[in-house]
């Protein structure tokens, strides 16, 4: 895993010094210590994500709103200036980054999964490239992730907290303090299980959280009765 330091808002010198650390902290490797059901963040809401998307989302939002004139039984596409919606969906929320090796490990076990996925429209992969200090420029991070991405021939949508609120929000709340962690969230918004870190085996393990999350908060079609 990779560290980063502890954020705050208190001045500009401290952000400076946690930009110089989460620099730093780039090239501290390490193992991940697997899925937690018992991290801090367990059990918690996760408010609505103040994240932006780094690639047209006109596209998407307009195919879901056909498939709901046409009576889809699905979940509606983000809106294109609004961060992913949480109610009703099943969401791995990865915090990752182009500099961070194990990142770059983990990513594309990420993007299988949800390729496996993308038929079920209860589910979602949000995965947020962050780069190595409180805040990040949009548009830099938006080149370097979509040529990332390129270069992997990896498909997802990705999405960025240029802004940090997010991160400091999660490393308050949620324990958040190394690259790349991963948040299993219900379709109530709650925390369901925690993964910081990198591990070959990860992979396999998430899939296999995320569709027993899934069947288990599939609602249930009443049983007819016979005449």
Not at 9 to 21: P, Q
Not at 47 to 63: F, I, N, Q, W, Y
Not at 128 to 139: A, F, I, K, M, N
Not at 162 to 191: C, H
Request: glycine share 8%; aromatic share 6%; hydrophobic share 40%.
């Amino acid at each position: 895993m990779t560290r980063h330091p502890q954020r705050t808002c208190s001045s500009l010198a401290a952000a400076a010094v946690a930009t110089a650390l989460a620099a730093a902290a780039a090239t501290i490797l390490g193992c991940g210590t697997g899925g937690s059901d018992t991290h801090i963040a367990i059990g918690r809401r996760i408010p609505p994500l103040e994240l932006k998307p780094l690639v047209d989302l006109s596209p998407l939002v307009a195919s879901s709103g056909r498939d709901a004139a046409d009576g889809a039984d699905g979940v509606a596409a983000p809106e294109a200036d609004a961060g992913p919606p949480l109610e009703g969906k099943v969401t791995l929320l990865n915090f990752w980054g182009t500099w961070c090796p194990p990142c770059r490990r983990e990513l594309p076990g990420m993007v299988r999964l949800a390729a496996r996925l993308a038929d079920e429209p209860r589910f979602q992969l949000v995965a947020v490239s962050c780069g190595t200090g409180p805040r990040d420029d949009l548009e830099v991070i938006r080149q370097e992730t979509l040529s990332f991405l390129r270069e992997r021939k990896l498909e997802l949508v990705p999405w960025s907290d240029p802004d940090g609120r997010t991160r400091f929000q999660f490393a308050a709340t949620m324990d958040f303090s190394a690259y790349p962690t991963t948040y299993l969230i219900g379709p109530d918004a709650t925390v369901r299980k925690v993964w910081v870190g990198y591990r070959s085996r990860d992979e396999a393990e998430i899939a296999t959280a995320v569709v027993t999350l899934l069947r288990s908060t599939e609602k249930k079609v009443p049983a007819t009765k016979s005449g």
